[in-house]
């Protein structure tokens, strides 16, 4: 298994670069990179906008040694464009028959979910919470073939929406909670700080 991890967007609702705002003792994109551990060989981090701060926090997160999969930082030159275009930019690097796709944002999933939507077989896996799907998704080779082949002005949705979707009712609410604004922020703070997180 590898894992996309989406970091190129500006950031532009929160008012600060959210992939460094801390949680805990590390970056949200630390954070979001960390729950990947004992389900991924590999983790591909896509920057855009100031990927030069996003390779300087990979550099780090290596130098720690404390994770055993390999991350791969790939810059998108087209993140202006969209989110789609560094999904693809992600897809072109996967190797493995399937493969997460999360946004940076999303730190708080718990590695249980990770573990769980892992074992379940299908081209597109989604981890639901009250009947309400978030990330990160599994999704199969054959979706990633298709994603290279579609129109980089399209997006993920239509994508997914020519296949079937199989939705993991999951006890987590990490699934929904990403980091737009300093309100969301603030909550992920007060989460992080109110749940058991190792």
Known sequence: M?????????SSRANAFKMMLPLGQ??????????????????????GFQAELIQEEIEKIRNKNAYSFQIKFVYNEN????????????CNEVNAPSFFITPGDCPLVKIETLQLISKHKGDVVIPSFHHKGGHPIKLSK???QKILETNPESNLRVVLNGYEKE????????????????????????????????
Do not use: W
Request: aromatic share 12%.
């Open 142 to 144: 054959v979706v990633k």
């Open 2 to 10: 590898e894992a996309i991890v989406l970091a190129a967007g500006y």
């Open 167 to 198: 939705y993991i009712n999951v006890d987590d609410p990490g699934v929904l909670m990403d980091v737009d604004t300093q309100e969301d922020y603030q909550e992920a703070v007060q989460y992080y700080h109110d749940s058991v997180f190792e």
């Open 26 to 47: 590390i970056s949200v994109l630390e954070q979001t990179i960390s729950k990947f551990r004992g389900v991924c060989s590999r983790v591909i981090v896509v920057a």
């Open 79 to 90: 993140f202006n464009e969209g989110m789609f275009t560094s999904i693809q930019k992600g």
